[in-house]
């Protein structure tokens, strides 16, 4: 039964005959294909690069007419790209969150993509940085490009330390004392003396608990055990790094509380953590701001990065031609071009001269200490199988940390009593 | 004496009612003045009445971000088709259930009514499916026939059929007379003295439209073809980052002109809606 | 008109069969007609399928969707997070239904009446209906952060205002009172509709049998308006039990679960996790709360709705 009938039949209300195959098959149209992927920036500067990519791919390949980019909200990413997977309008190509990455992969929604990208010709398979590929293979298949591999790092506002009679984040470095007591010691001040904030953990704002991990790392903490069956919230390294949050949110106020919103782009606080990517929204603001890699914790330095795959869907009725565009896409000469928005995950291009000409912003000492050795070292922000339960689980329990007085050792184990049954 | 006491009453009156406006003009008043301000000022605390040094930029964004001119104008028009769709269908439905015997009536009528009680997010797999299989999907399509004779016209039927009951036979026997047919009964007696159920109906049709939030994110993937509110939360920074200055431009874009045309048009809107009366 | 002079030719036997009331019976067909096939294609058809998902589990990603029975209605039974869905449900669907009636009732005879500015009160009052629903959310959202525009205005008369959106205890109430502020206009003009059909005699006459307000209140404004008590109550609670921007704008479910009501933890079941089986049956299980609660609320009417034959 082809996909068409079937979703005649389903809309004239015979429900049975959907029941029979819930997956589409693969067409075998001729002529001309549209290629459609999903995105979730909405950015010119970066639609006009993707389109850039795409015409210069239509002039080559005479088989695809044309290539949509299709912008879904941030925010509700991945639930709309399932509601699309759910409707029978799979996209041909996607982006995927690292949230949803053991997702997508392991329960086969993705074309295997080894075979295609190994064997096109000046590809160069084996350039990607093994560090970002880890999250997006099973069995030896690598299932997604690792399309955009983001570290997280400090950015600072010089001036709001400055204004606090603090060290300025350069001076913090060079005396060694660049690590989270002192970090937090000097955004307590900077709350005290300017009534700005002090530091802001982007996109956690009391939900995104996963962006915390940029902080629990440095404890040497982890959400869950790498095999991810047993939860390491009540584990005794990340009681120690709850505790130490707690109490720079609640006594110190070196992070603004529940509820409360400053944004460092805009001149608010001294400190926040954030991917580098995010640099860009600095250009306009006129105040002396540095980027650093995240503060070293009591075990020592670390760094965490985030990242995207790009894969090409089962469901896609073009899944040939959809491969052979992300293989054309993600070349090494449109990874270098991609590069100025989104890190690489090729060795090659990993040099601080390759980057600095696309990020004019940051100083090649910069591009070094945190894009380079943090993509190469870091841990990759939790992710887990069935990741929006289990995320929306833990954001339910961690919700009564988020007051005064909290009993952070109890909490904790009650988030890993919450989350226990789902990780098995 | 009385004077006084009738002047006490008057003030009362007016001091209550002042205390209670403040939440309904509060936060439009916040909106509009907050749109003006750096987003540093808008989350000043505590918030300033009047931006400090106004400025454009944020409304200048709104359209530099998103074709927002053309998704005002989607959900004017959806709504527009929506609201004369929703008339006709329900006050055809809604007059036969009150004035016309038929058999069956009563178990279609609650058959019917079912629709009311199915919010749309529990069948809106199906639907999207539907409309896959139509090739509607991406299109206004689904934003426009649902809402005309699915579940929200439902209560646009209860209504009108809630006004003809109490409509007094009488009116309609001089038509009857006359030899009427029932499509001119109902077109050139019922109707007419229909007006402010019709009124009721087109402004709860006209916003439930305008409002549609969950279904134009399911529906809609380009950004030339998105709707109002979905439009508003899309006004973020490349990476999901919301930008709350263009965002609250583009609610005031969204509120302003409506509230605008409402308060000129509100003698028509709520007066004739109230002193005509949708007695019972 | 001209039917008039066309019946009369009509062959007898036939006009005995095509009688006016067959005619009429015909009409009432076809007057129907678009809104019957509107439900059942856009209402009853998805319904059924809705049904029918229900009995299976159907992981989306993998493509996979098999036939397992009852038990997503097992697991539905023995949900944990059930109850306390449910319980946020009714609290949302109770408050909301009080609130926006009383104060609608409250508004509306408030402004029965001719003041000068009675006018500038109903326009004020209404204008929140016609602001779009996300952007008044928004708005809210921001004025009921911990340092928003709430907290700055209770700090004016010394008042140090709660963290609204974040405790357990507020963060109900204040979805609640937003959704009230947002539509109670509505209400209010069709309480104001109804007020305008009590005829003033029926006071003045209680009046001069020193009937207290409260009385007359009680004895002849709630009868008489009865009809659209009736009315609004049910489009209240069942757009109550439908609310789902508000809450994926102010608190996305929390804080903890404490907001998480069943059209939310629904599309949460579905949307976020994946889960459309089982999301299925938690809407089958909305479909027959609301099924129910109209049911009663129509039963009722006979009770104490005042004119409806």
């Known amino acids: 039964m082809t996909t068409r009938t079937r979703n005649r039949l389903a809309a004239a209300g015979l429900a049975g005959v959907l029941a029979l195959s819930a997956c589409g098959g693969g067409g075998d149209d001729d002529g001309p294909v549209d290629l459609r992927m999903t995105i979730w920036t909405a950015n010119d500067a970066h639609l006009e690069l993707f389109n850039e990519i795409a015409d210069a791919y239509i002039a080559d390949n005479p088989g695809v007419a044309s290539i949509t980019f299709d912008p879904l909200p941030f925010e509700k990413y991945t639930s709309t790209l399932t509601t699309q997977i759910a409707g029978d309008n799979a996209p041909d190509m996607a982006w995927i969150l690292e949230n949803a990455a053991p997702d997508f992969v392991s329960s086969g929604a993705l074309v295997p993509l080894t075979e295609k990208l190994g064997g096109t010709e000046g590809y160069d398979l084996d350039d990607l940085e093994p560090a970002t590929t880890a999250l997006w293979e099973a069995d030896g298949e690598l299932y997604a490009y690792p399309f955009s591999t983001s570290p997280f790092g400090v950015f600072v506002n010089n001036d709001l330390l400055t204004d606090a009679g603090q060290p300025t984040a350069a001076e913090l470095r060079e005396s060694g004392d660049w690590n989270w007591e002192r970090v937090i010691e000097a955004a307590a001040a900077v709350n005290d003396s300017t009534g700005k904030a002090g530091l802001v953990v982007r996109d956690f704002d009391y939900t995104g608990w996963d962006n915390l991990s940029t902080m629990w790392a440095g404890w040497g903490a982890q959400a869950w055990s790498d095999d991810g069956t047993t939860c390491g919230f009540d584990q005794p390294a990340m009681v120690e790094a709850m505790t130490f949050l707690h109490e720079a949110i609640f006594e110190q106020s070196a992070l603004p509380g529940p509820g409360s919103t400053a944004d460092f782009f805009a001149g608010d606080s001294a400190f926040t953590i954030t991917q580098i990517s995010r640099a860009s929204l600095l250009e306009e603001d006129g105040f002396d701001w540095d980027l650093a890699p995240l503060p070293a914790g009591p075990q020592g330095e670390y760094s965490v990065i985030g990242q995207a795959g790009l894969g090409v869907l089962k469901l896609s009725k073009h899944q040939e031609e959809a491969a052979d565009f992300v293989a054309f896409m993600t070349n090494p000469e449109n990874s270098a071009k991609l590069a100025q928005f989104f890190p690489p995950p090729r060795a090659s291009q990993l040099t601080a001269e390759t980057l600095g000409q696309t990020n004019p912003l940051l100083s090649p000492e910069q591009l070094q200490s945190v894009v380079i050795d943090g993509i190469a070292t870091g841990i990759v922000k939790p992710s887990h199988l069935g990741q929006a339960e289990i995320s929306e689980t833990v954001r339910a329990q961690l919700d009564s940390l988020w007051t005064a007085d909290a009993d952070v050792a109890g909490v904790m184990s009650q988030v890993c009593q919450a989350i226990q049954p789902l990780l098995d | 004496m009385k004077t006084r006491a009738n002047r006490g009453m008057r003030l009362l009156w007016y001091g209550a009612l002042s205390v209670a406006a403040i939440p309904f003009v509060f936060p439009t008043w916040w909106m509009a003045t907050s749109s003006l301000k750096p987003v540093s000022e808008i989350f000043a605390f505590p918030p300033s009445l009047l931006p400090q040094s106004p400025r454009l930029d944020a409304y200048e964004r709104v359209f530099q971000l998103q074709p927002f001119a053309q998704q005002y104008f989607n959900s004017m028009y959806i709504a527009i088709l929506v609201t004369i769709g929703t008339l006709a269908v329900s006050s055809l439905a809604g007059y036969a259930f009150a004035r016309i015997r038929f058999r069956g009536q009563n178990v279609l009528f609650v058959v019917v009514m079912m629709g009311l009680l199915i919010p749309s997010e529990v069948t809106i797999v199906p639907l999207f499916q539907m409309f896959n299989g139509f090739g509607m999907v991406d299109t206004h399509w689904p934003l426009i026939l649902v809402p005309i004779f699915g579940a929200s016209s439902v209560l646009a039927t209860l209504i009108m059929r809630q006004f003809f009951i109490t409509l007094p036979v009488e009116l309609e026997e001089a038509g009857r007379i006359d030899g009427l047919g029932r499509f001119a009964l109902y077109w050139r007696i019922g109707l007419p003295l229909a007006k402010p159920a019709l009124a009721a109906v087109a402004i709860v049709t006209f916003l439930n439209s305008w409002n549609l939030y969950l279904e134009p994110i399911v529906f809609l993937s380009t950004p030339e073809n998105f709707t109002v509110p979905q439009a508003l939360t899309h006004f973020t920074d490349a990476y999901g980052g919301p930008l709350w200055d263009v965002q609250l431009a583009a609610a005031s874009i969204t509120a302003l002109p409506v509230l605008l045309v409402f308060v000129i048009a509100q003698r028509h809107f709520v007066e004739g809606l109230a002193n005509t009366g949708l007695k019972g | ?309």
């Open chain 3, 1 to 309: 008109m001209s039917r008039l002079r066309e019946q009369p030719t009509t062959a007898g036997r036939a006009r005995r069969w095509w009688t006016a009331r067959r005619r009429d019976q015909l009409a009432g067909y076809l007057f129907i007609t678009p809104q019957i096939l509107g439900t059942a294609l856009f209402v009853i058809a998805p319904l059924v399928m809705v049904a029918w998902y229900s009995l299976h589990e159907w992981n989306v990603l993998a493509g996979s969707f098999e036939f397992v029975g009852d038990a997503n209605y097992r697991q539905l039974l023995d949900d944990p997070g059930l109850p306390g869905v449910l319980a946020a449900t009714g609290v949302f669907s109770l408050g909301l239904v009080v609130l926006n009636l009383s104060l609608a009732l409250w508004l509306a005879i408030m402004l029965n009446r001719r003041f000068a500015g009675t006018t500038v009160f109903r326009t004020v009052f209404f204008s929140p209906v016609v602001v779009s629903l996300v952007a008044w959310t928004i708005v809210w959202g921001f004025l009921l952060q911990n340092d928003g525009g709430i907290n700055g205005l209770l700090s004016v008369i010394g008042v140090d205002g709660p963290n609204w959106l974040r405790g357990e205890a507020t963060a109900m109430g204040a979805v609640v009172v937003v959704q009230v502020f947002k539509n109670v206009g509505l209400n209010m003009v069709l309480f104001l509709a109804a007020l305008q059909g009590v005829p003033r005699e029926l006071y003045e006459a209680a009046s001069i049998d020193g009937a207290s307000p409260w009385r007359q209140f009680r004895r002849i404004t709630v009868p008489l308006i009865s009809p659209t008590i009736l009315l609004t109550s049910i489009i209240t609670i069942v757009g109550s039990l439908q609310v789902f921007a508000q809450i994926d704008v102010l608190t996305q479910g929390g804080p903890g679960t404490s907001t998480t009501v069943l059209v939310y933890y629904l599309y949460q079941q579905a949307f976020d996790f994946h889960h459309f089986g089982y999301g299925s049956t938690l809407a089958m299980l909305l479909f027959v709360i609301v099924l129910v609660l109209t049911i009663i609320q129509w039963r009722m009417r006979r009770r104490w709705v005042f004119h409806e034959n």
